[in-house]
């Protein structure tokens, strides 16, 4: 039986709050080639599961409106 062990004390989702942040602030600089970097982020969240994905949406949804 395997289990996740969340060693992260702000949370599961702690590092896809991060990304998200990250991106946001990227696409949102002047001059940004915001193709390149929606590029790149597809290419990183490959490997993520479903529900990850999901969660990393609302995350950059709630970093877009703020």
């Not at 602030?25 to 479903?50: D, L």
Request: aromatic fraction near 8%; charged fraction near 40%; proline fraction near 2%.
């Amino acid at each position: 039986m395997s289990r996740r062990v969340n060693h992260c004390p702000l949370g599961r989702y702690h590092m896809l709050d991060k990304i998200a942040y990250d991106y946001v602030r990227a696409i949102k600089n002047r001059g940004a080639n915001t193709a390149k970097i929606k590029h790149e982020m597809a290419e990183r969240v490959k490997k993520y599961s479903e529900e990850d994905k999901a969660k990393l949406r609302e995350l950059i949804q709630k970093w877009l409106t703020k």
